[in-house]
């Protein structure tokens, strides 16, 4: 069965970095976008970042400058590299991704476990 795989949470100080990955488990043909969500303690589901299969890359206002996503398309992994880590960044961080099993198939959403990132002195 396919799946997302997230790793690289944990905790960190304020002002330190993180870097999650995100992997598809199982064969995959197609990747066309992967997106990053977080969500804290009380708080609703937000997406943080986004890179579609051509490099396009977006980012929510509250993480521009500081995080960056990139991806490596052929190995369907994708990585968000998290600079300037303040507590506010604490949360539940969620790949989500658009793919495509077989050739001929359709394009379906999936989502990751989750994994934690705790900004904390």
């Known amino acids: 069965q396919v799946q997302l795989v997230e790793s690289g949470g944990g905790l960190v100080q304020p002002g330190g970095s993180l870097r999650l990955t995100c992997e598809t488990s199982?064969?995959?043909?197609?990747?066309?976008?992967i997106n990053w969500y977080r969500q804290a303690p009380g708080s609703q589901r937000e997406l943080v970042a986004s890179i579609t299969n051509r490099g396009t890359t977006t980012y929510s206002d509250s993480v521009k400058g500081r995080f960056h996503i990139s991806g490596d398309i052929t190995k369907h992994t994708v990585w968000l590299q998290m600079d300037s880590l303040n507590p506010e960044d604490t949360a539940v961080y969620f790949c989500?991704?658009?793919?495509?099993?077989?050739?001929?198939?359709?394009?379906?959403?999936?989502w990751g476990q989750g994994t934690q990132v705790t900004v904390s002195s």
């Open positions: 199982g064969y995959v043909f197609a990747v066309s976008r």
């Open positions: 989500n991704g658009d793919l495509r099993l077989q050739e001929m198939g359709t394009v379906n959403n999936y």
